[in-house]
Structures are given as C-alpha cells and as structure tokens.
C-alpha cells in the first residue's frame, strides 16, 4: 500500500523550495502526463471524446470534495465570472456584506452593479454584522492576503437568522481544509491553488432550485443536450447546475482530473494535518526569531508583517514565497517538508 510519502514522492519533483502554493499549485506528475497526452491527441487529430469524459469526471471529484450532488456543480473559468452570475441576479438596491480586503474576484462583480449597497467589514465582525435586509454575504473561507479563515459556521447562523443567503469562495481552501460547500447557498473555488490544476478552470455551486439565478453566461454547453444546442438559442438548459457552465477548457481538465485523483487517494483530512503541521513549525520557528505573523490559527498560510521586501532576495536564493501587502506569505501544501519550513527560517534569519 502507498504511503502520503511515496505517494507525493513519485508526483512531485520541484526544484526550488517551493512555499507558494496560495499563489499557484504544483503540477503533479500524472496531470504533466495527461495534459501531453491531450495535447498529442489534437495534433494527430484524434477524437476528442476523452477530454470531454475528463470534464465530467472533474465534475463529478469536486462534487465529492465538496459534500453536495454532481447536480449542483457547474464548471466555468474563474471566479469572478461565477460572482458575476451571482451579482446580476440580485435586484437593484440589494445589501451585499463583504469582508475587509477580500480577494477582488470575490467583490468586484458586486462593486460594478453600481446600484447595490455593498458593505465592507473585518473579517472578525462578519457574523455580527449580518442584519434585516442583508441580501447577500460574500466571503473567502481563507483570507488570501494573509490565511485567516472565516467562522462560516457563525457566518451561516447569522445568515439563516436574517434571511440573507451565504456565498463562500474556497479557492483557498479547498484541497487542504474539508469543504461542506451544501451547507452555503452559493460557493466557488479556481482549480490551479491546492486543487494542483492547470489555470483555466473554477467550480461554482448552486442549490438544487438554481437559487434564482439566471444563466447569463450560458452557451452551448449548457444545453441539456449539447450537441443540438449549437445553433441558435438553446432550445431547453440543462435541469442541472451544468446549465451555469462556461465553454470546457479541455487541456485543463485532462490534467486536473489526474489532480483531482491525487488528492482524493490522500484524502483532505492527510493533507490538512500535513500542511497545518508545516504551518505551525514556520510559526512557532518566527516566533524563535521574534517576528509576530498575522493571526490565524488553523490556516496552511502565514503572512508576516514587515518581511514582504524580502520576497525578490529569498527567491534568488530558490525560496519561492510571495510579497502580499508587504507581508511575506509563505503557504504550505503536500510538496512541502520540514526541511523546507527550516530552510526559510534559516534565510530569513540571516
């Protein structure tokens, strides 16, 4: 039987210490196979029926890491286009309540409706901040900027006690913390962070009754029958979430179903205690060297205050990191080993 070791051993072979994975994922070895092989299989002009049959089995592993039916996932490109369905769907004068700093593909679509009431609060407030006649609240479950992860379960109370309806964005979370997205009326997540996918795919889950939305970006694919939905208006849209689907970018989902796999042979609950473990050894190592990194507990990011300049040195010296509102952010994934954690310490001690 494989272990997390040799498993994560024979896909992954990186050649810098690689600590920014809240940037971009690792390909893993299988996905770099599959994403040739798609693209051997258009240069000789061969069917394309697989990469269709890796789409829908793309489909079908999100909806298992998720917790929700096949039914309600819909496969775009990013999401900003998802919050873009969503926006367009409420009516004019709606409150939308956002999180301080939130990553701008989750509040821009909102900002530019230019007649809805979008209020802005930390993050920590968000749950208490939910009043008559909020709409909508929009948050990442894991802060980009600097990995606090929400209190969605708060978040959700408060919502439900309100009438508002809840739409999370996972992106920085999914692969690594376990995702109850049928517990929230919209969520989405991109495909290229922990998911350790190509660019060029994002889920979006809705309820099963759609949630009111419409389907503004629709095209062919979202036709309960494709191939006769080619020409003309759709005649009937899909009766499931496939009717939100954006064009397939076919390539991308060759390789992240090869990624998909990966992480659910390890399962979510291997990964999050091998990252989180990371995670705190950074912690506890900055703390030896008395810098305080932003609050967040349980989070595989951790983002220092003050060190963000450091980011173009350390990656001179192969430490890949990121420079996020001059704080050093370092992300911590399955890749990644003690001697990574300690090595960053090392360079940053000097």
Same mark, same amino acid.
């Given at each position: 039987?494989?272990?997390?070791?040799?498993?994560?051993?024979?896909?992954?072979?990186?050649?810098?210490?690689?600590?920014?994975?809240?940037?971009?994922?690792?390909?893993?070895?299988?996905?770099?196979?599959?994403?040739?092989?798609?693209?051997?299989?258009?240069?000789?002009?061969?069917?394309?029926?697989?990469?269709?049959?890796?789409?829908?089995?793309?489909?079908?592993?999100?909806?298992?890491?998720?917790?929700?039916?096949?039914?309600?996932?819909?496969?775009?490109?990013?999401?900003?286009?998802?919050?873009?369905?969503?926006?367009?769907?409420?009516?004019?004068?709606?409150?939308?309540?956002?999180?301080?700093? =939130?990553?701008?593909?989750?509040?821009?679509?909102?900002?530019?409706?230019?007649?809805?009431?979008?209020?802005?609060?930390?993050?920590?407030?968000?749950?208490?901040?939910?009043?008559?006649?909020?709409?909508l609240v929009a948050v990442s479950a894991?802060?980009?900027?600097?990995?606090?992860?929400? =209190?969605?379960?708060?978040?959700?109370?408060?919502?439900?006690?309100?009438?508002?309806?809840?739409?999370?964005?996972? /992106?920085?979370?999914?692969?690594?913390?376990?995702?109850?997205?049928?517990?929230? =009326?919209? /969520?989405?997540?991109?495909?290229?962070?922990?998911?350790?996918?190509?660019?060029?795919?994002?889920?979006?889950?809705?309820?099963?009754?759609?949630?009111?939305?419409?389907?503004?970006?629709?095209?062919?694919?979202?036709?309960?029958?494709?191939? =006769?939905?080619?020409?003309?208006?759709?005649?009937?849209?899909?009766?499931?979430?496939?009717?939100?689907?954006?064009?397939?970018?076919?390539?991308?989902?060759?390789?992240?179903?090869?990624?998909?796999?990966?992480?659910?042979?390890?399962?979510?609950?291997?990964?999050?205690?091998?990252?989180?473990?990371?995670?705190?050894?950074?912690?506890?190592?900055?703390?030896?060297?008395?810098?305080?990194?932003?609050?967040?507990?349980?989070?595989?990011?951790?983002?220092?205050?003050?060190?963000?300049?450091?980011?173009?040195?350390?990656?001179?010296?192969?430490?890949?990191v990121s420079d996020r509102a001059g704080?050093?952010?370092?992300?911590?994934?399955?890749?990644?080993?003690?001697?990574?954690?300690?090595?960053?310490?090392?360079?940053? /001690?000097?």
């Amino acid at each position: 039987m494989e272990t997390f070791e040799s498993l994560v051993r024979a896909e992954f072979t990186p050649k810098t210490t690689y600590l920014n994975t809240a940037s971009n994922g690792l390909l893993p070895a299988r996905a770099v196979a599959a994403l040739h092989e798609a693209a051997v299989l258009r240069a000789e002009g061969r069917p394309l029926t697989p990469l269709h049959e890796d789409t829908e089995a793309c489909r079908a592993a999100y909806a298992r890491l998720a917790g929700v039916p096949v039914t309600r996932v819909a496969l775009g490109a990013s999401v900003a286009a998802h919050t873009g369905v969503i926006a367009a769907s409420l009516p004019a004068g709606a409150e939308v309540l956002t999180a301080e700093d =939130d990553f701008t593909s989750v509040l821009n679509p909102f900002h530019v409706r230019g007649d809805l009431k979008v209020r802005a609060v930390p993050l920590e407030r968000l749950a208490e901040s939910v009043r008559p006649g909020t709409a909508l609240v929009a948050v990442s479950a894991a802060q980009s900027a600097d990995g606090r992860v929400a =209190d969605l379960a708060a978040l959700r109370e408060a919502a439900r006690t309100h009438g508002a309806r809840t739409y999370v964005d996972h /992106s920085q979370s999914a692969g690594w913390l376990p995702t109850d997205a049928g517990a929230d =009326d919209f /969520s989405a997540a991109v495909s290229f962070k922990w998911l350790l996918g190509p660019h060029g795919a994002a889920f979006l889950v809705v309820p099963e009754d759609f949630g009111g939305l419409s389907p503004v970006l629709s095209g062919w694919v979202a036709g309960e029958r494709p191939w =006769d939905s080619c020409y003309g208006p759709v005649a009937e849209l899909a009766r499931s979430a496939r009717r939100f689907d954006l064009t397939h970018a076919l390539f991308t989902y060759a390789g992240l179903r090869r990624s998909l796999e990966l992480v659910e042979e390890i399962g979510v609950p291997a990964i999050a205690a091998h990252d989180l473990a990371l995670a705190d050894r950074f912690r506890a190592g900055l703390a030896a060297l008395g810098h305080r990194p932003v609050p967040a507990p349980g989070s595989a990011i951790v983002s220092v205050p003050g060190l963000g300049s450091r980011q173009p040195a350390l990656a001179d010296a192969g430490i890949q990191v990121s420079d996020r509102a001059g704080n050093l952010r370092a992300s911590f994934h399955l890749y990644n080993t003690a001697a990574d954690v300690d090595r960053l310490l090392t360079a940053l /001690s000097a």
